[in-house]
């Protein structure tokens, strides 16, 4: 009887080590499964990290990006020419700006898009972009192009559109095919028309038209914002302010 | 030094998990109504970059991506046996592994930071951390 007992004792004690060995494996097995995915995640970020860093940097017509951002955020607001919002709103502000205008960018992406919700999305005051070219004459044909654009409503999402895409600095990457990328992704109807209406001298000469009109008002960069409504007499300049609450105030005290 | 018990790890999984899906929820709401998060300490940095072509993958929201990353962990932690720590762990180091990605995208392309995106990496990273001690303390240990 003893005998018995202690040959079950000895098969459960072995049952039991062999038990705790499978159990070891699978366990050695997973870890080395979670040290292989560690190591894929770390192979994985690396790669895109490498391929955000070989991302287009601007000026690129032929990879345009952001048209869906842009057209999202100007969905909905009514645009006439180059004006963006109720063409019944009473104050009007003016923004100066040179396409390629790095400034310009990123008011367009940090300031402006608070005044559009706030002031413009409500009725109470409409924003119009006037070129003032500064930068090279490569920003007189893009400012051309952004009024035909204009001319086919979609003149808000040619500035906004140019802005997210542009290039560096004066590197002359204003081509036609950029500026055709531009308006495509914008959402010009048109191109044909679009081309014809920005090489016509009436368009150039519009460029040319508010780019002294800024000059005169005294502005000396870009973007310079004006603003005109009952409650001020002419235009009021007001130079290049930093926050989009700055620009808020102006518009009230136009109204 | 005694590692927590599994319960205990799953507990606070489940906890950062839940706050997770508020943080990226929150996120995921203000892109759908056209806006961005607002930052609570000012700065414009939420906006710029919701507003960067990055907040989006393949015309998905980043956001979107993570609520549902958030989902699965969570599920895992309420769930127990290997099955459920492998996939918490590999879940979460995928979401920590993402996390590292967007973090680099705000500092060095972006260059700007967004609050809540912190909030969502710091989530991840502890996420992540709780998922590798269940993984590597428990794994092949009946549940």
């Known amino acids: 009887m003893s005998g018995k007992k202690a040959r079950e004792e000895r098969r459960e004690q072995r049952q039991q080590k062999e038990s705790e060995v499978e159990s070891q494996e699978r366990r050695q097995l997973l870890i080395k499964a979670g040290s292989a995915a560690v190591f894929l995640a770390i192979a994985v970020v690396a790669v895109l990290i490498v391929v955000s860093q070989n991302k287009s940097s601007g000026g690129d017509g032929a990879n345009v990006e952001d048209t869906g951002l842009v057209s999202k955020q100007l969905a909905g607001i009514p645009q006439s020419e180059m004006t963006l919002g109720d063409p019944k709103a009473k104050v009007t502000l003016f923004e100066y700006g040179d396409l390629q205008c790095p400034v310009c960018k990123a008011f367009s992406e940090e300031v402006l898009p608070d005044v559009i919700d706030a002031k413009v999305k409500s009725g109470e005051a409409k924003v119009q972009f006037r070129n003032y070219t500064i930068i090279s004459q490569q920003s007189v044909p893009a400012g051309a192009a952004a009024i035909a654009a204009g001319k086919q409503g979609r003149g808000w999402n040619f500035v906004e559109l140019f802005y997210r895409n542009q290039g560096e600095e004066g590197s002359g990457y204003v081509t036609d095919e950029f500026l055709t990328g531009i308006a495509k992704g914008a959402g010009v109807p048109d191109i044909g028309q679009w081309n014809s209406d920005r090489k016509s001298k009436a368009t150039l000469k519009e460029v040319s038209r508010t780019s002294t009109e800024a000059q005169e008002l005294g502005f000396s960069g870009t973007p310079s914002f004006a603003v005109s409504g009952p409650g001020v007499t002419g235009k009021k300049t007001l130079g290049t302010p930093g926050t989009a609450s700055a620009l808020e105030e102006a518009i009230e005290e136009a109204q | ?143």
């Open chain 2, 1 to 143: 030094m005694r590692a927590p018990s599994e319960s205990t790890l799953r507990r606070i999984t489940t906890f950062a998990a839940a706050f997770g899906i508020g943080v990226a929820t929150y996120i995921a709401i203000a892109d759908a109504r056209g806006g961005a998060p607002v930052c609570l300490a000012g700065g414009g940095g939420c906006e710029t970059v919701a507003n960067s072509s990055y907040s989006h993958l393949l015309g998905i929201n980043v956001a979107l991506i993570g609520i549902a990353g958030y989902v699965f962990i969570l599920v895992s932690a309420l769930l127990r046996g290997d099955l459920a720590r492998m996939s918490g762990f590999v879940l979460a180091l995928a979401g920590f592994g993402f996390s590292v990605y967007l973090t680099y995208l705000e500092l060095f392309v972006i260059d700007a930071i967004c609050q809540w995106c912190v909030a969502s990496a710091v989530l991840m990273t502890l996420l992540f951390g709780l998922n590798a001690v269940r993984m590597i303390v428990y794994v092949g240990r009946t549940p």
